[in-house]
């Protein structure tokens, strides 16, 4: 089954230091990947995606992540945090639901919670 | 207004009660999505509607029925749900066949089943 991992539940990093967010793939073929954020009682916001091309993706907020073939890996990161980047954070790749439709769907890990502390 | 409006942001009902969650996108897309969305576990997809495909997870309890009267109006009907139903419902869209976009969210509607 094509998928994404993020192995860390949770995150902690001082303000002002660099930070990341590890999310490794298994996908056949070329994965489009996707990076979302969810603030408390929100819905998920969309911050960057790699579907070809550079390696590194910037997105919103000052956010990069880097796709590594090799490691089967997209990690998020930002080189200096700020308290207000602490939220939910989704790494997701986008899969063929059924072999014979076209409807596509984005698969989700399980989410890791950063905080940022002053 | 635009994106994805999702209405009752909130809802408490009992186990016999029947309600029904509101999605509408305002963006032209042509896909609508129900993720649920429980503690501690991954975002679920419930169901998709997508290029006048609806796919079903086949996980779902058909106390969950989902409409899509047209590409931008979406419902979740509920009726006779359990506790553990209680979680974040939510809607997304996309244009489809769209591999270089993503989806919006709304910011859901937290369910509580009493």
């Given at each position: 089954a094509q998928s994404v991992a993020q192995p860390e539940d949770q995150v902690n990093v001082a303000e002002g230091n660099p930070l990341t967010v590890k999310c490794t793939y298994s996908v056949s073929?070329?994965?489009?990947?996707?990076?979302?954020?969810?603030?408390?009682?929100?819905?998920?916001?969309?911050?960057l995606k790699y579907i070809?091309?550079?390696?590194?993706?910037?997105?919103?907020?000052?956010?990069?992540?880097?796709?590594?073939?090799?490691?089967?890996?997209?990690?998020?990161?930002k080189p200096s945090a700020l308290v207000s980047d602490s939220a939910l954070y989704f790494?997701?790749?986008?899969?063929?639901?059924?072999?014979?439709?076209?409807?596509?769907?984005?698969?989700?890990?399980?989410?890791t919670q950063l905080t940022v502390l002053p | 207004?635009?994106?994805?409006?999702?209405?009752?942001?909130?809802l408490v009902m009992g186990m016999t009660n029947k309600k029904s969650l509101k999605c509408?996108?305002?963006l032209g897309h042509n896909a609508m999505y129900w993720y649920k969305q429980s503690a501690k576990k991954p975002l679920e997809l419930m169901f998709v509607?997508?290029?006048?495909?609806r796919v079903e997870n086949n996980s779902v309890p058909s106390r969950f029925s989902p409409e899509c009267p047209n590409s931008s109006h979406l419902f979740l009907h509920l009726h006779t749900l359990q506790p553990e139903d209680s979680a974040l419902y939510l809607c997304a869209s996309s244009q489809e066949p769209g591999e270089n976009y993503g989806y919006t969210f709304g910011s859901g509607t937290r369910l509580t089943v009493v």
């Open positions: 073929g070329n994965p489009y990947l996707f990076w979302y954020v969810q603030y408390p009682n929100r819905g998920l916001q969309f911050l070809t091309g550079d390696n590194l993706v910037k997105g919103s907020y000052g956010f990069e992540a880097e796709f590594n073939k090799s490691q089967t890996s997209f990690h998020l990161k790494c997701a790749v986008r899969v063929r639901i059924t072999t014979s439709g076209s409807a596509r769907q984005l698969t989700f890990g399980s989410g | 207004e635009t994106g994805v409006t999702q209405t009752p942001r909130h509408e996108q305002h509607y997508s290029l006048e495909e």
